[in-house]
């Protein structure tokens, strides 16, 4: 078994990078710290600390029992903070978020659990969907945000629900924009243009309409996250896209114009659970208000 006090100073004095600060911060004699985390070496056969000059720094095995001990640590502080609140007072919402949903979707789709009677703390991580599952599998999240559901190569218990889908939209500064000089979709011909990474869904649909529509645009950049293909775009960069059910907002935000939209290319949103019956009050705010608010089921 770990013993979590020596675990407790080891963590102590990495973050703080010295015996004598951790020794201040935990109220105890730097001996009593030290002599702990022998202790906890010596039990393990290995060490977490090397000498560098005066400098006590980390080893590899010590960096990688710091990640473990930064979670366990962190989960006690959650653990900590619920109890103090009272279970009747607030309820934890651990929400995942796939890094290639466009944050603004994110947003409105979270936007109902505001709203709740139930006070929920929302807990919010980006990460790639695989690792969000895998967190997912063992209770670490309550739900992840996809634009895909739920991989059918995973051994993982999950259900997908799907709660919503919409066209694409094409957007570009009034520079740019006025510079176009054919309709849309021909205006995109040798246009430069911005397009979602490999990571996404929606890429493989929107360069097969290209092809279909026999539109040739010069690909300048591939971004997994929106929100820095938007940053680019906003600066003039090229023509970029987002869903259309934001698009209005896309434009107010970024000062860009609207040059064209598609249904034949669309984006879909999944919130998947380990619930098939979902009871989570955050989890059905968020199913009920996309399906009615968002995308107008």
Not at 26 to 48: A, D, K
Not at 188 to 205: C, F, H, K, W, Y
Request: charged share 20%; net charge negative.
């Amino acid at each position: 078994m770990l013993n979590y006090r020596q675990l407790h100073y080891f963590w102590a004095v990495a973050k703080t990078g010295s015996i004598a600060r951790a020794s201040e911060q935990l109220n105890l004699t730097p001996q009593t710290i030290s002599g702990q985390i022998s202790l906890f070496e010596q039990t393990w056969n290995l060490e977490l600390f090397q000498r560098v000059g005066r400098q006590l720094e980390l080893t590899e095995t010590g960096r990688q029992a710091l990640v473990y001990a930064e979670q366990m640590f962190q989960l006690g502080g959650e653990l900590e903070a619920m109890l103090r609140a009272g279970p009747q007072e607030q309820i934890l919402f651990r929400v995942g978020v796939a890094d290639v949903v466009p944050k603004s979707i994110v947003y409105r789709l979270l936007a109902p659990t505001m709203e709740l009677e139930d006070v929920l703390r929302i807990n919010c991580r980006e990460d790639k969907l695989e690792r969000l599952l895998a967190d997912l599998a063992i209770q670490r999240l309550d739900l992840v945000i996809s634009d895909s559901p739920m991989p059918v190569h995973l051994d993982i218990k999950g259900y997908s629900q799907k709660l919503g889908e919409c066209g694409l939209s094409f957007f570009a500064t009034p520079a740019l924009a006025a510079g176009l000089e054919q309709p849309f979709p021909a205006c995109l011909n040798d246009a430069p243009l911005l397009i979602p990474g490999q990571e996404t869904v929606v890429r493989s649909r929107l360069l097969r309409w290209l092809a279909e529509e026999q539109v040739q645009p010069r690909i300048v950049g591939e971004f997994d996250d929106s929100a820095l293909m938007q940053a680019f775009g906003q600066s003039g960069s090229g023509i970029f896209v987002a869903p259309s059910v934001i698009a209005e907002e896309v434009c107010r935000q970024y000062g860009v114009c609207l040059i064209g939209q598609t249904e034949a290319v669309n984006e879909s949103f999944y919130a998947i659970s380990v619930e098939r019956k979902v009871k989570h009050p955050g989890i059905v705010a968020i199913t009920e208000g996309a399906r009615r608010e968002l995308f107008h089921w």
